[in-house]
């Protein structure tokens, strides 16, 4: 086997694809959404009147891309644009009961993977891990 070092970047992009694959077949079940627009669901209710701009800065993504997700949660309720109160082009975006709704849904699966995850790392490495994944999701070279 190589040495880990060598094949840490594979390692984290087929440790992402196992976790997101389960997480959003799991989310879909419980809640009707995927991981990616309950990251989304989550940034609007954090940051209420957040742009799509913001949105996309927020998720990590390409403006491109969050104006589809945007439009699927617009189309499914669980979120409403609104005009911008300064900016005349620019949208702000809300959480509907329905969007709510599907994060009270989420809420018992994303725990129970969480607990899974704690018991497959044991408590200390769920923390080191955490901080480990933090700091490399905000590292810029």
């Known amino acids: 086997m190589a040495e880990p070092d060598d094949r840490l970047f594979f390692l984290l992009q087929r440790a992402a694809h196992q976790l997101r694959t389960t997480a959003d077949r ?9 991981t990616a627009q309950l990251g989304a669901l989550f940034a609007v209710r ?15 993504l390409r403006e491109s891309a969050v104006t589809g997700l ?11 644009r609104g005009a911008h ?11 509907t009961e329905a969007g709510s709704g599907a994060l009270r849904a989420a809420r018992p699966e994303i725990d129970r993977f969480n607990a899974e995850l704690r018991t497959l790392l044991g ?19």
Request: net charge positive.
């Open 46 to 60: 954090d940051q209420p009147g957040l742009t799509q701009q913001e949105l996309a800065r927020v998720l990590g």
């Open 123 to 141: 408590a200390e490495g769920f923390t080191r891990t955490a901080v480990a994944l933090h700091d490399l999701a905000h590292w810029r070279p």
């Open 85 to 95: 109160p300064r900016e005349h082009r620019a949208v702000v975006l809300e959480l």
């Open 70 to 80: 945007v439009g699927r949660l617009t189309a499914a309720g669980l979120v409403s």
């Open 26 to 34: 799991r989310l879909l079940t419980a809640a009707g959404i995927t």
